[in-house]
């Protein structure tokens, strides 16, 4: 089973300097229909102005993973960790007891465009951790690469909970495939380009929810970037 979660179907959040799509319920937008997916509780696509961004700010128990698509996303936190996201990195904050983060664009003259991504943690009241890997675009193109993880096999950074997230670039043409284990819940978010999601269309913005899928079968009609999450189906 596929439910399709349409770009133009998110709330939107516009405040001049920020304009972000919520694919669940966030903040002043909610749709009792789209509280999140399993553990996952959060995906909001944001376009943040130069110079501008959010300000030093708490969060508690929850993995929030980061993940640019153009531009310098500018992180700096009460663990003393400081650095500038950019594509190809994936950034995961594990806020446990609790964390104070700032995020602003890094450049003065061009806008940042990133995915910040929530997910429930196994366990409440984790120690604060941060991680941070790169992944090239030749690791990712034509497959999928794992980025995180619950054990940080791989390389990928490491996630408090029982989902696995993998990126890839599809060349136009080209086709990617996941095959899940029994009883898992399946994600799609399509970052840019176009493709066919077993034979149902998606674009940039477009989200799918899946399962009892035998393959997951991602076919490029342009040149895309799709992130894939394969989850616990009991959380």
């Known amino acids: 089973m596929i439910k399709i979660r349409r770009s133009e179907e998110r709330g939107v959040a516009s405040h001049g300097w920020l304009n972000s799509h919520h694919t669940f319920s966030f903040a002043n937008y909610y749709d009792p229909n789209h509280m999140g997916f399993g553990p996952l509780r959060v995906i909001n696509e944001d376009r943040v102005q130069p110079g501008r961004g959010f300000p030093s700010h708490g969060h508690r128990d929850m993995e929030i993973i980061s993940y640019v698509i153009d531009g310098g996303l500018e992180h700096n936190d009460t663990l003393d960790n400081g650095s500038v996201i950019r594509p190809g990195d994936v950034q995961r904050i594990s806020a446990g007891t609790g964390i104070r983060h700032s995020e602003y664009n890094h450049s003065q003259s061009d806008r940042v465009h990133f995915l910040q991504i929530w997910i429930e943690p196994k366990k409440q009241g984790l120690h604060p951790s941060y991680d941070q890997k790169s992944f090239t675009d030749e690791e990712k193109t034509g497959q999928l690469r794992l980025v995180g993880s619950p054990d ?11 989902v696995e997230l993998y990126t890839s670039i599809v060349p136009e043409g080209e086709t990617v495939r996941h095959q899940p284990k029994s009883n898992r819940l399946i994600w799609v978010q399509a970052v840019k380009g176009d493709f066919t999601l077993n034979g149902t269309e998606m674009s ?17 009609t342009a040149k895309s970037e799709v992130l894939l999450f394969d989850m616990t189906s009991t959380f």
Not at 153 to 161: A, P, Y
Not at 204 to 220: Q, T, V
């Open 204 to 220: 940039s913005g477009d989200g799918a929810a899946i399962e009892g899928e035998d393959i997951i079968e991602l076919k490029a």
């Open 152 to 162: 940080g096999r791989d390389g990928s950074v490491l996630i408090s909970q029982d």
